[in-house]
């Protein structure tokens, strides 16, 4: 089945102790990215990457790092982790450059920061 | 930098027809896409207009004006399940996607 996946899907942590949320996808996806979504500002995107290697800031990058060592992993870390980062996180994944602009989104990571 | 406003929010009834506008500002564009989003779960891609006009897909239907920055989400034949948060979003699926903040649609009996 065509996924994308994420762990853990809930997480509650203190802050300053770092933590990784990762995301994979079986579909050989080239683009992967991460969202957050938090109520009355939509989804913002925090990183993307096109490739292995390849990764870029999106419009709210600040407190974040990703890698993209391999083609189906993309994941999330949050070196020291502050109450404000609380928010439910999406990782997505499309093709390159394709007929039609879909994302799949993962499952959604609900993150709390005390 | 891009922005795009839609509605925050719609009520519908069932069995009616629904739009849902999105406007927006860019400084580059590759197209608009909608997304779906029920409580406590993830987007789901719906519909994606490059070129002006209108595609449909089911009961679905988007439609694009790149001369007046504009489009909608056109639902028809409302049905209960129908009843989430739909983004407008810019961008092509291997760049930067900017989402609107949501349209929260309820369709009520």
């Known amino acids: 089945e065509a996924q994308v996946t994420q762990n853990p899907r809930y997480l509650i942590t203190v802050t300053g102790k770092k933590l990784t949320v990762t995301c994979s996808q079986n579909m050989n996806h080239e683009y992967m990215s991460w969202y957050r979504q938090d109520p009355g500002l939509g989804l913002r995107q925090i990183y993307y990457?096109?490739?292995?290697?390849?990764?870029d800031k999106g419009d709210v990058p600040e407190g974040y790092k990703v890698s993209r060592k391999e083609k189906r992993n993309f994941p999330l870390i949050l070196e020291s982790p502050s109450p404000n980062q609380t928010s439910l996180y999406f990782c997505?994944?499309?093709?390159?450059?394709?007929?039609?602009?879909?994302?799949?989104f993962g499952p959604g990571t609900r993150l709390t920061v005390l | 930098g891009q922005s795009l406003e839609q509605p925050s929010e719609v009520t519908a009834v069932e069995g009616a027809i629904v739009q849902i506008n999105c406007t927006y500002q860019t400084s580059g564009f590759y197209g608009l896409s909608w997304y779906q989003q029920h409580d406590g779960g993830a987007p789901t891609f719906l519909s994606y207009?490059?070129?002006?006009g209108l595609e449909e897909t089911g009961r679905f239907s988007s439609f694009l004006s790149r001369s007046d920055s504009y489009g909608y989400l056109l639902l028809q034949e409302l049905q209960m399940k129908d009843s989430a948060s739909y983004f407008c979003a810019e961008g092509a699926g291997s760049y930067q996607l900017t989402f609107g903040k949501g349209t929260k649609l309820s369709v009520i009996p």
């Open positions: 990457s096109m490739n292995v290697e390849v990764t």
């Open positions: 997505a994944s499309s093709f390159l450059a394709g007929e039609k602009d879909t994302q799949y």
């Open positions: 207009n490059a070129l002006d």
